[in-house]
């Protein structure tokens, strides 16, 4: 049967005979909004357990949005606009706003990229600028939440009268979901507190567990800081798998993001009958690096059976991460020997040790054989990985491994859950 999948801006196909195949997932289809502003200027009027955006603006002198950045779908220069002539109406001037790219501890993103993410119009507008998560001046240190996490956040966005979170609502390996007070953290805080909450979800075990459930551990540490930072209000987006926007969360950053939460479901968490001994992943959309490749990897193992194997299939054009170093110099380390090295104090970044404890996880339930022209062999070989030029080539030394009769499951979006069939049904 042939099959293709996204890669990148691109696709590539690939052959699997029938008597091997599974099953094969991608998004739930849905219908887009035919008007996204408009469905969205309704929203902002008649939010989810909040009064409407133009009332909660209507006395602030300074309004932050936070956009999410490169490494997510989220249209953006579809949404601000509408959101910005919205707190007009509420009396609040474009100069009066300021957007800031909740990076978290990604890389600053470029002027080139940022007109194409939120539109030129945009930048003409209002001010964006990039959080920096290592700028002390532009940190404040506001206490701890009920959970004992030290809050350290911007300056800016805690001294702002009105904060405004924009993003999307998608599974995520740690968080559960991405989406809501995420913006906040990581996206906005320093790297103390960044690490707080990603050690907590590295030393999960098994970290599968995680994804999909929006009241894990991690999940409530995280909406925990963004209330206390004083995010006020969320624009959330649901995407088809076309990546258009079939669902606006819109209002409360709790009570809002889980009314997405259950829309999302609908999408992204996709049945199948049983776990299979060689899985195909696409990475699409989470394919910058392997920093955000390595999300749909975790996905991944839930659909195939432990000693199984994974073919990644994942552009990576910026390699393994510019950021995280550790990653690709660590990546062959088991949990065991991360969280040592972590204890002793020779990973002295915490983030990165909390990705390597997810890394190594993956590594313990499969073998991964990937399929990149932006990961070179050294850094497969770093990562622990097995090298493949094609996707027919990994399916190739896949089943070798597994046998001629191994059973092959296709997940067509690096968003996408696998969820076993209830018995019966």
């Excluded at 493949?388 to 690096?414: N, P």
Aim: aromatic share 4%; net charge negative.
């Amino acid at each position: 049967m042939r099959i293709t999948i996204p890669y990148g801006e691109e696709q590539v196909s690939f052959e699997i005979p029938k008597q091997n195949l599974a099953w094969i997932i991608d998004r739930g289809s849905r219908e887009p909004y035919g008007d996204v502003p408009k469905a969205l200027r309704e929203a902002l009027r008649r939010p989810v357990a909040s009064r409407p955006l133009r009332e909660l603006a209507s006395n602030a002198k300074h309004v932050v949005i936070l956009v999410d950045d490169y490494t997510r779908p989220t249209p953006q220069r579809l949404l601000l606009p509408t959101i910005l002539n919205e707190l007009k109406e509420g009396g609040v001037r474009d100069q009066q706003v300021e957007v800031i790219v909740a990076l978290g501890t990604h890389r600053p993103m470029k002027r080139s990229e940022m007109e194409e993410k939120y539109g030129a119009e945009i930048l003409d507008r209002v001010e964006v600028r990039n959080f920096d998560c290592h700028d002390e001046a532009d940190l404040i240190d506001i206490g701890k939440t009920p959970m004992g996490v030290e809050v350290v956040v911007s300056r800016r966005v805690y001294e702002a009268d009105l904060v405004i979170g924009v993003g999307n609502i998608v599974p995520h390996c740690y968080a559960g979901w991405a989406g809501g007070g995420k913006i906040i953290q990581p996206g906005v805080c320093g790297v103390k507190t960044i690490e707080e909450t990603h050690i907590a979800a590295g030393m999960t075990r098994p970290i599968f567990k995680m994804a999909g459930n929006p009241d894990n551990k991690v999940r409530r540490m995280i909406d925990e800081v963004a209330m206390k930072s004083g995010l006020r209000f969320i624009v959330n987006t649901v995407l088809n798998e076309r990546d258009e926007v079939c669902h606006l969360a819109v209002g409360h950053p709790l009570k809002a993001f889980r009314e997405g939460i259950k829309e999302a479901e609908k999408l992204y968490l996709r049945e199948i009958p049983n776990r299979a001994d060689i899985v195909v992943v696409s990475s699409h959309p989470a394919d910058i690096d392997y920093w955000q490749a390595l999300k749909p990897t975790d996905y991944a193992c839930l659909g195939v059976r432990p000693g199984g194997v994974i073919i990644l299939v994942t552009p990576c054009p910026e390699g393994i991460s510019p950021v995280h170093g550790d990653l690709g110099e660590m990546g062959q380390l088991t949990y065991d020997e991360v969280l040592k090295a972590y204890r002793r104090g020779e990973i002295e970044d915490g983030v990165a040790a909390a990705a390597l404890m997810i890394h190594a996880q993956i590594r313990e339930h499969a073998r991964i054989i990937c399929v990149s022209h932006g990961l070179s062999e050294g850094d497969k070989a770093a990562l622990g990985f097995e090298h493949a030029d094609s996707v027919e080539e990994a399916l190739e030394m896949a089943l070798k491994r597994m046998g001629e009769k191994a059973k092959v499951g296709v997940i067509k979006c690096g968003d996408i859950l696998p969820r076993m069939r209830a018995v019966g049904s």
